[in-house]
Each structure stands twice: as C-alpha cells, then as structure tokens.
C-alpha cells in the first residue's frame, strides 16, 4: 500500500556530514508523521527523530540532538534526515517510517510503514 525507499547513507569520518532522504509511495494517508530510527547489530531499534504532518512538531532523541535535523518536503512526499558532527557511535542502519496520524511519535510500535533501511558507517 505505502512503499518507502531510503537513500543518501554511507562512509563518512568522525565530523562529517550526511542527509538521508526517504521518498514514499503508493497510497498515502492525507496527514501522515514521520520518523527515523536507527540499529546496530545485536541492538534494539532506537528512536531517532520525528516530525508531524505540518512541521510544526520535531522529537529528537538525546543523544543526536544539536546535531541532527529532520525535515520534510509534503509536496514531494519526502522526509530528510540532516546529520552533523558524526560520530562513531552513529553507526547503524537508519529505518524511515511512516504513521497514519498527523501526530508524531517517538514510538517504533506506532508506525505502519517501514522502509528498507540505509547504511550509515562512521569512520575515525
């Protein structure tokens, strides 16, 4: 019904920057939130940002705040992750997911639709 395809993850050293965008298809719902989590191998999904249908609302974990920036582009049906200042323990596998609710959640069990993931690696 909803297809998400992450894209933009990668090699990068400590410091540097990356932007993953997720692009999503198919049926959407009017008014929809999205988030970002992250996982590490033999690590639970981590919470990573959110944001609400219209921008008005942003969640960030604690650990990436200051440092990372979501954002959206609803004409486009796009979702943007900003990340800044890298740092090793960034590394993981970044999901996108999509809520039927215009009201975002930093809940992994609130959303509906996943993507495939993106691998991001951080280098020293």
């Known amino acids: 019904q909803v297809q998400l395809v992450e894209s933009g993850g990668g090699l990068v050293q400590a410091g540097g920057s990356l932007r993953l965008s997720c692009g999503a298809s198919g049926r959407t719902y009017r008014n929809y939130a999205m988030g970002w989590f992250r996982q590490a191998p033999g690590k639970e999904r981590d919470f990573v940002a959110a944001?609400?249908?219209?921008?008005?609302?942003?969640y960030y974990a604690d650990s990436v705040k200051g440092r990372f920036t979501i954002s959206r582009d609803n004409a486009k049906n796009t979702v943007y992750l900003q990340m800044n200042s890298l740092i090793l323990e960034d590394t993981a596998v970044y999901y996108c997911?999509?809520?039927?609710?215009?009201?975002?959640?930093?809940?992994?069990?609130?959303?509906?639709?996943w993507g495939q993931g993106t691998q991001v690696t951080v280098s020293s």
């Open positions: 944001i609400n249908w219209s921008r008005s609302t942003t």
């Open positions: 997911a999509l809520r039927s609710s215009e009201v975002a959640s930093t809940a992994s069990t609130s959303y509906d639709y």
